[in-house]
Nanobody, 121 residues
């Protein structure tokens, strides 16, 4: 029912910034918590950040705390991930997900197709 489409990924140098977007199509985007995850080939999908339906409550992974910020604009049905001071180890496919407020992929109802972020040294 809900479709998610990520955008904003690309190739950047270490220390640069990117802003990822996740556009949701559906009737009640504002009713659902959302999250960002990332995955490197050969590894499990990793938690990045989550946000409550209102946007007033967020949680971010220790690995990106202080550098990444999650936000949302419910009027635009869009989720954001602002990534600053990017490091090569941030290289991954980034996915947005919806339906729960949690730090594990299990249980999320909807997933986007992902957007590639590559950080060169």
């Amino acid at each position: 029912q809900v479709q998610l489409v990520e955008s904003g990924g690309g190739l950047v140098q270490a220390g640069e910034s990117l802003r990822l977007s996740c556009a949701a199509s559906g009737r009640t985007f504002s009713a659902y918590p959302m999250g960002w995850f990332r995955q490197v080939p050969g590894k499990e999908r990793e938690f990045v950040a989550t946000i409550s339906s209102s946007g007033r409550w967020t949680n971010i992974a220790d690995s990106v705390k202080g550098r990444f910020t999650i936000s949302r604009d419910n009027a635009k049905n869009t989720l954001y991930l602002q990534m600053n001071s990017l490091k090569p180890e941030d290289t991954a496919v980034y996915y947005c997900a919806g339906g729960q407020y949690g730090s594990t992929p299990t249980g999320y109802n909807w997933w986007g197709q992902g957007t590639q972020v590559t950080v060169s040294s």
